[in-house]
């Protein structure tokens, strides 16, 4: 995949992603609007890819106001990965020459790599995740089981010890896929199915459209450490 | 107003560091949950005894519910919203935050009695955690009193 390529694939998931959470804020409180309407009208142009570099500029602008608006972040890494994207998306525009577009297109594949590997590091710390203690909290106790039904059928699930093992090792090892194109084709499958699940349990939707948003930059980082030769194989 | 601006500006460039460089450390630590409720009030002295919980989850959601909160989920949203506050509010007792929740609840009690809600209202936080080996419920945080409908009584 180019790099153009990539960033235009970015910038119409990223749109799309921007899209969906301005139509929820629109039937959010009164003062809300004044702050989403525009983040869609300016996500709308986004898609058709006109002037799409002034157009993430002024996307940039918007998120300011957002920020100042919520003091943080609305939705958590959700909207922190969307920020994250769109200052790469601001930065790859801006870059004087491609070395520099590629720097910023590199660091956007990263974080998202870096998202699922310390979140991986991070449990695999902390004994409460070997024993399935610390999943078996977040449907006890945690807010974040989306219906009592979910609430009540994995607290005492016997699953809950190889579910934890199975999402630390998947996080820890989705580096590792960078090594091979359909490695990294099947473990992008993965991790969106990984947050297709947690939608389902926890009703986090917006981070399925994020975190897809980020996955072209990931496969366009593939491609070229691919064709420099810095990968043992050539796929 | 130059400076506010500035002073705002600067701030919101702050607000955007952790996007630029992000923690990624999703439930390491399975900490104590902030459930948030509210009584209706007649008077704002009255002590609060009709404590609720706000925005109770569904008992379950279908394969209609799911679909369509894939694509639009603003109220669960804002009820995770909600729960940061609560975070925020147990850490420093902010403006903001106690405005954010204030003005949710304030909304909702407005939609749900449609015309008939009771003339003040409370909140409060409790904190839900395990200890030795049960969950454990604390209130840690109650409100003052607040008008239900903006601007009235205050």
């Given at each position: 995949m180019s790099a153009e390529a990539a960033i235009r694939l970015t910038e119409i998931l990223l749109a799309l992603a921007f899209l969906q959470k301005s139509v929820e804020h629109c039937?959010?409180?009164?003062?809300e609007r004044r702050y989403f309407l525009p983040l869609a009208a300016l996500s709308l142009l986004l898609l058709t890819g006109i002037e799409s570099d002034l157009v993430c500029y002024a996307l940039l602008v918007n998120a300011l106001f957002i920020l100042h608006r919520f003091q943080g972040?609305?939705?958590g890494g959700s909207d922190l990965l969307g920020y994250l994207i769109l200052v790469c998306l601001c930065l790859a525009h801006a870059a004087p020459d491609p070395v520099w577009r590629d720097y910023a297109l590199a660091y956007l594949a990263l974080q998202p790599i870096l998202s699922y590997f310390k979140s991986g590091w991070s449990k695999a710390i902390h004994r409460d995740w070997w024993s399935g203690q610390a999943l078996r909290d977040v449907f006890d106790?945690?807010?974040?089981?989306?219906s009592d039904a979910v609430r009540a059928r994995f607290r005492?699930?016997?699953?809950l010890a190889p579910m934890s093992w199975a999402v630390i090792l998947f996080e820890l090892a989705f580096?590792?896929?960078?090594?091979h194109r359909d490695a990294l084709v099947v473990a992008l499958a993965m991790a969106a199915a990984f947050h297709v699940a947690n939608f389902l349990l926890f009703?986090?939707?917006r981070f399925v459209w994020i975190w897809v948003a980020s996955y072209p930059a990931i496969l366009w980082l593939q491609a070229r450490l691919a064709a420099a030769g810095v990968l043992p194989w050539t796929g | 107003m130059i400076r506010s601006f500035a002073a705002a500006a600067l701030n919101s460039l702050r607000l955007l560091l952790p996007a630029l460089?992000?923690?990624?450390?999703?439930?390491d630590v399975i900490g104590p949950s902030p459930r948030i409720e509210v009584a209706a009030l007649s008077h704002p002295d009255d002590d609060a005894t009709a404590w609720r919980a706000v925005r109770p989850r569904p008992d379950r959601l279908g394969a209609a519910g799911y679909l369509r909160t894939f694509f639009f989920n603003p109220r669960w949203n804002e009820t995770l919203f909600l729960v940061t506050c609560a975070e925020g509010v147990i850490r420093d007792e902010s403006d903001h935050t106690l405005r954010e929740i204030r003005d949710r609840l304030r909304a909702d009690l407005n939609r749900d009695a449609?015309?008939?809600?009771?003339?003040w209202f409370r909140f409060r936080i409790a904190l839900l955690s395990r200890h030795d080996g049960r969950v454990r419920r604390d209130v840690v945080f109650t409100s003052p009193a607040y008008p239900t409908v903006d601007g009235a009584g205050s």
């Amino acid at each position: 995949m180019s790099a153009e390529a990539a960033i235009r694939l970015t910038e119409i998931l990223l749109a799309l992603a921007f899209l969906q959470k301005s139509v929820e804020h629109c039937v959010g409180l009164p003062d809300e609007r004044r702050y989403f309407l525009p983040l869609a009208a300016l996500s709308l142009l986004l898609l058709t890819g006109i002037e799409s570099d002034l157009v993430c500029y002024a996307l940039l602008v918007n998120a300011l106001f957002i920020l100042h608006r919520f003091q943080g972040p609305y939705n958590g890494g959700s909207d922190l990965l969307g920020y994250l994207i769109l200052v790469c998306l601001c930065l790859a525009h801006a870059a004087p020459d491609p070395v520099w577009r590629d720097y910023a297109l590199a660091y956007l594949a990263l974080q998202p790599i870096l998202s699922y590997f310390k979140s991986g590091w991070s449990k695999a710390i902390h004994r409460d995740w070997w024993s399935g203690q610390a999943l078996r909290d977040v449907f006890d106790f945690s807010a974040y089981p989306v219906s009592d039904a979910v609430r009540a059928r994995f607290r005492v699930s016997a699953l809950l010890a190889p579910m934890s093992w199975a999402v630390i090792l998947f996080e820890l090892a989705f580096p590792l896929a960078l090594l091979h194109r359909d490695a990294l084709v099947v473990a992008l499958a993965m991790a969106a199915a990984f947050h297709v699940a947690n939608f389902l349990l926890f009703g986090f939707n917006r981070f399925v459209w994020i975190w897809v948003a980020s996955y072209p930059a990931i496969l366009w980082l593939q491609a070229r450490l691919a064709a420099a030769g810095v990968l043992p194989w050539t796929g | 107003m130059i400076r506010s601006f500035a002073a705002a500006a600067l701030n919101s460039l702050r607000l955007l560091l952790p996007a630029l460089f992000p923690s990624w450390r999703f439930f390491d630590v399975i900490g104590p949950s902030p459930r948030i409720e509210v009584a209706a009030l007649s008077h704002p002295d009255d002590d609060a005894t009709a404590w609720r919980a706000v925005r109770p989850r569904p008992d379950r959601l279908g394969a209609a519910g799911y679909l369509r909160t894939f694509f639009f989920n603003p109220r669960w949203n804002e009820t995770l919203f909600l729960v940061t506050c609560a975070e925020g509010v147990i850490r420093d007792e902010s403006d903001h935050t106690l405005r954010e929740i204030r003005d949710r609840l304030r909304a909702d009690l407005n939609r749900d009695a449609d015309g008939t809600a009771a003339p003040w209202f409370r909140f409060r936080i409790a904190l839900l955690s395990r200890h030795d080996g049960r969950v454990r419920r604390d209130v840690v945080f109650t409100s003052p009193a607040y008008p239900t409908v903006d601007g009235a009584g205050s």
